[in-house]
């Protein structure tokens, strides 16, 4: 069952992310408001609201993966147990490359909605600091020596400590076309399909990552073991 949890997880998020992107460029209105004179109002997004369903589940995956990396490391801290490290370094690796999507979709969103790619608003700089500490994560694990496991299992609970802080900023500013006050699950219907079904569809992804990235890094493990056991023995030099 574990060797097939991974092309499962990947089949069913190609399906879903395939029938989202569908959704989302050929049934989802476009985004456009009128103004008191019934007008087009100059806030309208029109087709660059569409990358709202990308951007927020990426989000939301985000700092589910930030989380997951949090709570196992907190485990390894406390009971030395290899497997939450490797459960833990693997989400991290996911997040990394989750975040960078995130902060490309934003900053081509704000460009849209507020004619700036970039500003050091709190909510921005801090989504920029979680994504540099979890790339500082992984340099940790690679550069940092024989201390690196529990170097980065602190840099992960940091990092899931500020994940309510940024989720509280986002609130107090919603973005253009995401919900009633913030809300995605506020969405119209024509809308609502197309973001559960994307919202599905890149947490089978984020689950099918996780796990292949989790094998690789335990079949790291046990090469490095079985180099460190050699050594001992004398056979390898």
Not at 162 to 190: C, E, R, W
């Amino acid at each position: 069952m574990k060797q097939l949890a991974i092309p499962v997880f990947a089949t069913l998020a190609a399906i879903l992310i395939a029938l989202a992107i569908y959704l989302v460029f050929f049934v989802t209105p476009l985004e456009a408001s009128l103004n008191e004179a019934g007008r087009l109002n100059g806030s309208s997004l029109f087709f660059s609201q569409k990358i709202f369903y990308f951007h927020v589940p990426y989000a939301i995956w985000q700092f589910l993966a930030v989380g997951v990396a949090g709570g196992c490391s907190l485990a390894f801290l406390v009971t030395r147990k290899s497997k939450w490290d490797d459960i833990a370094s693997a989400s991290t690796d996911v997040a990394v490359g989750f975040g960078a999507v995130v902060l490309i979709t934003g900053s081509i969103w704000g460009k849209a909605a507020w004619g700036v790619w970039w500003n050091w608003e709190p909510r921005l700089t801090m989504s920029l600091l979680l994504w540099l500490v979890l790339v500082g994560y992984v340099l940790v694990r690679k550069f940092a020596g024989p201390s690196a496991d529990r170097v980065a299992a602190g840099m992960a609970i940091f990092g899931t400590v500020a994940v309510p802080f940024i989720y509280k900023m986002v609130g107090q500013d919603s973005h253009p076309a995401s919900g009633k006050n913030g809300v995605v699950f506020t969405l119209g219907k024509d809308m609502r399909g197309a973001f559960l079904c994307a919202l599905v569809g890149f947490l089978c992804w984020y689950i099918a990552l996780v796990l292949s990235r989790l094998a690789s890094t335990r079949a790291e493990r046990e090469l490095r073991e079985l180099r460190e056991r050699g050594l001992d023995l004398g056979v390898l030099q």
